[in-house]
């Protein structure tokens, strides 16, 4: 297994490492960015970003002090995680061979080299090296069940790790928590003992809400949570009745004011936070409660229109319109721009080592090509609607 680990890691580094150099020093683009900033100059980890991603990209940047090493690192990260699930995969489920090796191992990699894994691959976003460590948890999770042997305390201790960063990292991964512990409750005690089991458990939960404890503190008010609700906020507070609702928005009107969401119709509840100043700057921890209360009353009352905004923002992020938000313009602005708000160099100063990129032009026609976008900022819909489309994958998997 360690030798077909190793081929399977040889391909795929030495893969992205030809893409690396295209596309050195990554492809960062804004919010990635930032992040790096604020490490650079020691204010924060950034916890917008979650606390995590600053962290992570702290670590690496003690062992490679450069934005483009971060990348290196991550892909080393990754391939490692490529070739141990592909092998374990494998063997869990008796997967045949090709004679041909090398074109074997090709065919297996393919899912790693689609367009969107590529771009986010290659950034300092967190969802770049974030997918890798889910699919490591859902591959020892349910390999590690299908294998039949008993779990040494390195494989549980694994399982446990993996779960409270994937859990933690991304607020709606909280699922994983209570899933992952009852399937690993329900697992045969031949292969895993009841005090395993009870140690894997309690470290997921302990390991989890010290985590979100630490981010909840880093963020230090209730703006990343108002966010999170402005979007269907603002569309119940639109539809809401002025006289039978008006309780619910004047508690709503302590936290954002309803008049500046009454004059900007067309924006949606992401606009209205960056471009307007819904939010008003001084409000009370009892009044954020009861603008979540009336938040779910409203929602309760126009459930409709909570379900219409919730599935449009899921079917437009998911890439079923061709035109979900991607790091792909920005990230070629950050370089091609010297002096402009998305330049590199604004973004983070001129400090750091092996910056630019080595072979621009093609890293430019990369970008695009991989984001079905062309330097004339046209987007190829179709395109855009096939690479981009979250839907495919997921159906091709439950197929």
């Not at 409270?164 to 709606?172: K, L, N, P, Q, S």
């Not at 924006?267 to 001084?282: A, I, K, P």
């Not at 379900?307 to 449009?312: D, F, K, P, V, Y």
Request: charged letters at 20%.
């Amino acid at each position: 297994m360690y030798l077909r680990g190793g081929q399977f890691f040889l391909v795929y580094f030495s893969c992205t490492m030809l893409l690396l150099i295209i596309l050195w020093p990554g492809t960062w683009a804004w919010d990635d960015l930032v992040t790096l900033r604020n490490i650079q100059h020691y204010n924060s980890f950034n916890p917008w970003q979650h606390i995590l991603t600053g962290l992570y990209q702290d670590i690496m940047l003690q062992i490679l002090p450069f934005p483009g090493g971060i990348i290196l690192l991550q892909n080393v990260w990754i391939s490692l995680i490529v070739a141990f699930s592909i092998t374990k995969i494998e063997s869990a489920f008796h997967i045949r061979r090709l004679k041909n090796w090398i074109l074997d191992i090709l065919l297996k990699l393919i899912p790693f080299f689609l367009p969107p894994i590529l771009m986010y691959q290659f950034s300092g976003y967190r969802i770049g090296l974030y997918i890798y460590l889910e699919l490591a948890m859902l591959v020892v999770l349910v390999c590690g069940a299908k294998d039949k042997r008993e779990w040494k305390w390195k494989y549980v201790l694994l399982l446990a790790f993996l779960t409270v960063i994937v859990a933690a990292w991304r607020t709606e991964s909280i699922f994983y928590v209570p899933c992952v512990c009852g399937a690993v409750v329900l697992i045969d005690d031949k292969v895993l003992p009841s005090t395993k089991s009870i140690v894997c458990v309690v470290a997921i939960m302990t390991g989890y809400v010290v985590i979100s404890l630490w981010q909840t503190y880093s963020l230090g008010n209730s703006s990343y949570r108002v966010i999170s609700l402005l979007g269907p906020g603002a569309e119940l507070v639109t539809v809401a009745d002025k006289e039978k609702d008006m309780s619910e928005l004047e508690a709503i009107d302590k936290v954002l004011d309803i008049n500046v969401i009454y004059d900007n119709p067309s924006y949606n509840g992401e606009g209205l936070f960056w471009e307007t100043g819904v939010v008003r700057s001084e409000y009370t921890v009892r009044d954020y409660k009861k603008f979540q209360a009336a938040i779910v009353k409203l929602a309760v009352k126009y459930p409709k229109v909570v379900i219409s905004e919730r599935w449009n923002l899921f079917v437009t992020a998911v890439g079923a319109k061709g035109e979900t938000i991607n790091n792909v313009a920005k990230s070629v602005e950050a370089f091609e721009e010297r002096d402009g708000f998305n330049a590199v160099n604004q973004k983070t100063g001129d400090r750091w080592i092996a910056q630019d990129p080595v072979l621009k032009r093609a890293r430019t026609r990369l970008i695009y090509m991989l984001g079905g976008d062309n330097p004339h900022r046209t987007r190829v819909i179709w395109l855009q609607r096939l690479v981009w489309n979250a839907i495919i994958p997921m159906v091709a998997l439950l197929y």
